[in-house]
């Protein structure tokens, strides 16, 4: 069943190729809804990351749903605008953002940029020197808080090369004393991806609240406190924790700390879209070599990175009913040339489906996907209020045949 239909029916009415994800927008709206309910009446922003999943009815159902948006460069800053989500409850963050996207961010007076280093107070202060404007920002702190994740999505710890460190906030604040031109409205955090616990995320946040403490003493009160996002989902594995979750942690703590009336701002991705999306697959055929049993599947990592990058599991699952009981192990790879396109081992009706589905690949699916080996981005599927549908549709391959024909050569 997907968004109260079988996922079969829905995908005969939608008449859609292989492979594509499939999106339930109504769920995506009600997971924004019940984590900003988390934060009952305390001063709020959900800033949906955008590069979770940057589609218009998605970026859409959110915004629809009350969220603000996360940017990570000035593409999303404009996806996010041209999407209807007021310029002040945008946040643009990046560790290297380039002066096009400094200057877009101060012209569309966004609510905040948020200042990745020591030297990016310079950097925006000189661009909104150049505008005539005065700049929104935020300082991201980096806490040094070890999140207990992948290497690859742990970002607010020692080594990694987000945010300010503690150590270098005193230049920072010196920095700001100089940039009568940047308005400071908070302070920001970011500790890392899928967190399972809300430990990590609220040992952060208590330093970020500590540091606006100290900051506030001396200069008046802030505006605003980002904590970032990272709220986990469950690929399978569990995940005790919810993002309302987070949010009712984040208010507590607040409240405690006495931080209640400046605006709590979360920045959740992957929680809001990742559960509510599949990836359906054709399945293309089997063998056996060795001792091991393949099914090949017409989607691959070009369509769904994450097994390949972070060794993600996203369930796999027969999706057309099976003729028999007999299930069989299979190793489930896709079609590109390299040995890390493999979702892994699952148990499947054997004979195998004709289609199988992946778990999960709401978040970090689509956004990451590529036209590596020339193939087309996958199709995707919206399930909108009463099972409505629109179908998205775009890199086909042939643009792609046409993109690289079409670049120039130089006299051979
Ligand atoms: N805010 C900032 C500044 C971020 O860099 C990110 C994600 C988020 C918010 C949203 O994090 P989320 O709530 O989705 O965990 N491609 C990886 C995840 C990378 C996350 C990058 N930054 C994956 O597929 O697991």
Redesign the pocket.
């Known amino acids: 069943m997907f968004a109260g239909e079988p996922l079969v029916d829905l995908l005969g009415r939608a008449g859609c190729p292989t492979p594509c994800y499939v999106y339930d927008l109504g769920a995506m709206a009600a997971e924004a809804r019940a984590l900003a309910a988390g934060f009952e009446d305390a001063p709020h922003l959900v800033a949906y ?1 955008v ?2 999943n940057s589609a218009g009815p998605v970026v859409r159902a959110l915004a629809a749903a009350g969220c603000g948006c ?1 940017v ?1 460069s000035a593409a999303e800053l404009e996806l996010a605008l041209a999407s209807g989500v007021a310029p002040r409850a945008i946040l643009l ?1 990046g560790v290297a953002k380039s002066d096009a996207e400094i200057d877009r961010a101060i012209g569309a007076d966004i609510l905040a940029i ?1 200042l990745d280093s020591v030297s990016e107070v310079a950097r925006v202060r000189a661009r909104a020197v150049a505008a005539g404007r005065r700049a929104r920002v935020t300082l ?1 702190v980096n806490p040094d808080v070890e999140a207990d994740t ?1 290497a ?2 742990a ?1 607010g710890h020692g080594e990694a090369k ?1 945010g300010i460190a503690l150590d270098d906030l005193p230049e920072a604040w010196a920095e700001l004393a100089r940039a009568p031109e940047l308005a400071l409205c908070g302070l920001g955090g ?1 500790v ?4 399972v616990s809300t430990d990590a995320y609220l040992r952060a946040a208590e330093r970020l609240f500590e540091l606006v403490r100290e900051r506030e003493r001396e200069h008046g009160p802030l505006e605003l406190v980002d904590l ?5 989902i469950d690929y399978g594995q569990g995940c005790p924790v919810r993002p309302a979750d987070f949010a009712r942690g984040i208010r507590l703590l607040a409240a405690r700390m006495g931080m209640g009336r400046r605006r709590l701002v979360v ?6 879209v ?1 559960p509510f999306g599949v990836l359906v697959a054709g399945v293309l055929g089997t063998k056996r070599s060795y001792a091991q049993r393949w099914l090949m599947i017409d989607a691959g990592m070009n369509d769904l ?2 097994p390949a ?2 060794g ?1 599991r996203h369930r796999v699952e027969a999706l057309d009913t099976a003729t028999g009981n007999a299930r069989a192990t299979y190793r489930v790879v896709g079609p590109v040339c390299e040995s890390a396109d493999d979702f892994g081992a699952f148990e499947l009706p054997d004979p195998p489906p004709e289609r199988v589905l992946l778990r999960d690949a709401g ?2 699916g689509y956004t ?1 996907a590529s036209h590596y080996n020339g193939r087309a981005l996958p199709a995707e599927i919206f399930v909108g209020r009463g099972g409505t549908l629109s179908v998205g549709r775009t890199g086909s391959a042939a643009d792609w045949v046409r993109s690289r024909v079409d670049v120039p050569s130089p006299p051979l």
Do not use: N
Request: a positive charge; hydrophobic letters at 35%.
């Open positions: 990351a590069k979770a996360e990570g963050s948020q991201r992948h690859h999505i970002t987000f970011h890392g991806s899928q967190l970032g996002g990272g709220f986990g920045e959740p991705g992957r929680a809001l990742g990175l994450r990058l972070y993600a978040a970090y990451m």
